[in-house]
């Protein structure tokens, strides 16, 4: 069994920070793509930013040079760096991964269980 659990979200004022952090645990043979999405209220959940290996990263145009997603694959963590943080950044953030759990299987999409963050004054 696979859980990811996220921490970090909250309240912060425009122009704040806040750091995102996910970590992966259960049955884990690899781990591929680790990714950040969010989910305002009435709207589809969006890609925020995706680190399909520690090497690379791609992120959506709405949060380039605001947000930095980095990972760990010692720690089984991906974390979201949030910076300059605007006011239609607010939703439920959620880490996702592809995860393996035997080798010769194929890899499941894994989700954790959101944390709210929330931008006002």
């Known amino acids: 069994q696979v859980q990811l659990v996220e921490s970090g979200g909250g309240l912060v004022q425009p122009g704040g920070s806040l750091r995102l952090s996910c970590v992966a645990s259960?049955?884990?043979?690899?781990?591929?793509?680790m990714g950040w999405y969010r989910q305002a209220p009435g709207e589809e959940r969006q890609l925020v930013a995706i680190?399909?290996?520690?090497?690379?990263?791609m992120y959506a145009d709405s949060v380039k040079g605001r947000f930095t997603i980095s990972r760990d694959d010692a720690q089984n963590t991906v974390t979201l760096q949030m910076n300059s943080l605007k006011s239609e950044d607010t939703a439920v953030y959620y880490c996702s991964a592809d995860i393996k759990e035997r080798p010769g299987e194929d890899p499941g999409l894994y989700w954790g269980q959101g944390t709210q963050v929330t931008v006002s004054s």
């Open positions: 259960g049955s884990i043979f690899s781990i591929y793509a």
């Open positions: 680190a399909p290996n520690v090497f690379s990263t």
